[in-house]
Antibody, heavy 118, light 112 residues
Framework: DVQLLESGGDLVQPGGSLRLSCVGSGFTFRSHGMYWVRQAPGKGLEWVAGISGSGYTFYADGVKGHFTISRDNSKSTLFLQMNSLRVEDTGVYYC????????????WGQGTLVTVAS | QSALTQPASVSGSPGQSITISCTGTSSDIGGYDYVSWYQQHPGKAPQLIISEVNNRPSGVSSRFSASKFGNRASLTISGLQPEDEADYYCSSYTSRNTLHVVFGGGTKVTVL
């Protein structure tokens, strides 16, 4: 079975940094696009960033320049480096796997909570 | 404001059918056959229930069906069951600005 396990969420002050990780198992990690999607408390889903199996990256406008998505295929791990965090970055961050281009986000992790507050 | 527009809520009685709309533009829904739908129960991660406009992943009930016409996509739940009460999100690939994926604002389905 495909499993995605996020970690790294925490309480951080505005302007601070945080690095999220997501370990994948049960599939050939390097063959799949991977994504980060977040959900602010009581709000809807918001796509944050994505990375192809070969490392091509793309970002939502609101996080470009202060979030960086990356992956280590040798460790089946996806990362999200978050810098200059703002209160509005607060939420649950999910990692998700794309089976193939256009297939949608087939598998999701359980999420990790990021709280940005002073 | 979400890139795709969904009604905030839809309700129905057990056994009824309901339809959730999702309206976008020619840069997203109208331009790609990559529309997905997700179901999310409270406190849980979203689950893919429809991909590529109208494909149901293995294990998803046949009571869920979907379609697309122009810039508008729709999800229909037939034979509404209590366990269908959840939030539903549409999503599409997009070429608008530099976004790659956009979501709708979500629709709360209530089973009366």
């Amino acid at each position: 079975d495909v499993q995605l396990l996020e970690s790294g969420g925490d309480l951080v002050q505005p302007g601070g940094s945080l690095r999220l990780s997501c370990v994948g198992s049960g599939f050939t990690f390097r063959s799949h696009g991977m994504y980060w999607v977040r959900q602010a408390p009581g709000k809807g889903l918001e796509w944050v960033a994505g990375i192809s199996g070969s490392g091509y990256t793309f970002y939502a406008d609101g996080v470009k320049g202060h979030f960086t998505i990356s992956r280590d295929n040798s460790k089946s791990t996806l990362f999200l480096q978050m810098n200059s965090l703002r209160v509005e970055d607060t939420g649950v961050y999910y990692c998700a796997q794309e089976n193939y281009y256009g297939s949608g986000l087939d598998h999701w992790g359980q999420g990790t909570l990021v709280t940005v507050a002073s | 404001q979400s890139a795709l527009t969904q009604p905030a809520s839809v309700s129905g009685s057990p056994g009824q059918s309901i339809t959730i709309s999702c309206t976008g533009t020619s840069s997203d829904i109208g331009g790609y056959d990559y529309v997905s739908w997700y179901q999310q129960h409270p406190g849980k991660a979203p689950q893919l229930i429809i991909s590529e406009v109208n494909n149901r992943p293995s294990g998803v009930s046949s009571r869920f069906s979907a379609s697309k016409f122009g810039n508008r996509a729709s999800l229909t739940i037939s034979g509404l069951q209590p366990e269908d009460e959840a939030d539903y999100y549409c999503s599409s690939y997009t070429s608008r600005n530099t976004l790659h994926v956009v979501f709708g604002g979500g629709t709360k389905v209530t089973v009366l």
